[in-house]
Each structure stands twice: as structure tokens, then as C-alpha cells.
């Protein structure tokens, strides 16, 4: 069945980086576009960007837009997440997601159980 | 981007009650409208999409209707696996938005 199973989460101080990972099995991958959703604490969840099919075209939410970098390793069947200068407000948990398109519709079937980023000095 | 907002935040129901969660977007998405069911500590599930078209094995007590801006998902019969936060999401534009969360707890 499907699975993804993300990594890499930790405390991490304000301005460094960090880098998360999703292994992901039980599917095509390259037939599929790849996702990081996240939830801050208290807060509900906030879409945060896509790689399609290849990985030559990427997507991000203006929150994250030139500070993180998503990228997709099809041969290792691997999502990764680049976070650079991270401010505060980027502590939350991170969801990898798989994208799929039905009746025209895009929706998130399948989801890992998430990783914690804290970002604090 | 699109605003969706879901009501109530937070309900309080008992095992066999019958329940309806709302969600409005600030604009017409036509059908372009998915629920998800959210545990703590778990993945998020796909309950319902394109408004609604059940996900494989979702139980036939979740339903979704709605279209343009309006949209409801009904739970008919709560039972205790039910108590979690659901959340709609839409998928006309991008970025993709999701509703603020509606949490069931047991009354």
C-alpha cells in the first residue's frame, strides 16, 4: 500500500536551515506530483509547495517563497525539503503528500504521519 | 487566494448523534472542494472528493454536497472513531487552501 514516512525534523535556531525528507513506497512516483503540507501548533493546515512528475517544475506558498527549495529524487523514491533562513513562524509539522487528480479534481490521498520543525533561539 | 472558511469551529456531539460541518469560499469553485479527517499524532485522511465522491473505504455515514461557494459534509451517525478535527480544502486555484478545521469532541 501506499506509504510516506517523513524525516529530518528538529529544533533548529532562527535564520538556519533544515532539511526534511519523505521516503515514500507502494506507488509510481514519478507518476504522481509530491507535496509539503504543514500545521503550526494551534493552527489549522497550510499547503506549502509541490514538485511535478519530473521535479522541473515546482510550485511554493508565498510564506515560503525563496527561502525553501523542494525537490523530488525519483530513482531513490525520495521528497526532500530544503528550509533556509527560517523565521519563527515556520515551527510547525511538516506532511509529505501525494497529489492525484479525479473527475477533474486534485485532491491529497495519501499522507505521512508528519515531522516536528521548531524554530526557536 | 481563495478564503475558506468552515463553521463551527468546534462542535460537542455524543456517539449516534447526527452532524454537519459547513464550509463557504470566497469564491465559486464549482465542485472543486475535498474533505479531510484529522487525527492527532496521525496522517490526514481523504474523506470526500470533488465535493461528493467518497474515498475508497471511507464509511457510507460521511457525506458531502455543495457547489459554487456552499458545501456540507455530514457525518450521520457519530461513532467514537468520528472525534477529530475535519477540515475542507479547495483545488480550483492554486495555492491550495484549506479551512480553518472543524474540531467534534464527545459530548
Known amino acids: 500500500q501506499v506509504q510516506l514516512v517523513e524525516s529530518g525534523g528538529g529544533v533548529v535556531q532562527p535564520g538556519r536551515s533544515l532539511r526534511l525528507s519523505c521516503a515514500a513506497s507502494?506507488?509510481?512516483?514519478?507518476?504522481?506530483?509530491l507535496h509539503w503540507v504543514r500545521q503550526a501548533p494551534g493552527k489549522g493546515l497550510e499547503w506549502v509547495a509541490v514538485?511535478?512528475?519530473?521535479?522541473?517544475?515546482?510550485s511554493y506558498a508565498e510564506s515560503v517563497q525563496g527561502r525553501f527549495i523542494i525537490s523530488r529524487h525519483n530513482s531513490e523514491n525520495t521528497l526532500s525539503l530544503q528550509m533556509n533562513s527560517l523565521r519563527t513562524e515556520d515551527t510547525a509539522v511538516y506532511y509529505c503528500?501525494?497529489?492525484?487528480?479525479?473527475?477533474?479534481?486534485?485532491?491529497?490521498?495519501?499522507w505521512g504521519q508528519g515531522t516536528l520543525v521548531t524554530v526557536s533561539s | 487566494d481563495i478564503q475558506m472558511t468552515q463553521s463551527p469551529s468546534s462542535l460537542s456531539a455524543s456517539v449516534g448523534d447526527g452532524v454537519t460541518i459547513t464550509c463557504r469560499a470566497s469564491?465559486?469553485?464549482?465542485?472543486?472542494l475535498n474533505w479531510y479527517q484529522h487525527k492527532p499524532g496521525k496522517a490526514p485522511k481523504l474523506l470526500i472528493y470533488?465535493?461528493?465522491s467518497f474515498q475508497r473505504g471511507v464509511p457510507s455515514r460521511f457525506s458531502g454536497s455543495g457547489s459554487g461557494t456552499d458545501f456540507t459534509l455530514t457525518i450521520s451517525s457519530l461513532q467514537p472513531e468520528d472525534f477529530a478535527t475535519y477540515y475542507c480544502?479547495?483545488?480550483?486555484?492554486?495555492?491550495?487552501?484549506f479551512g480553518q478545521g472543524t474540531k467534534v469532541e464527545i459530548k
Open positions: 503528500a501525494r497529489g492525484k487528480y479525479s473527475n477533474f479534481v486534485y485532491y491529497f490521498d495519501s
Open positions: 507502494g506507488f509510481t512516483f514519478s507518476h504522481f506530483g
Open positions: 514538485t511535478w512528475y519530473d521535479g522541473s517544475n515546482t
Open positions: 469564491q465559486s469553485i464549482s465542485t472543486y
Open positions: 470533488a465535493a461528493s
Open positions: 480544502q479547495q483545488s480550483y486555484s492554486t495555492p491550495w487552501t
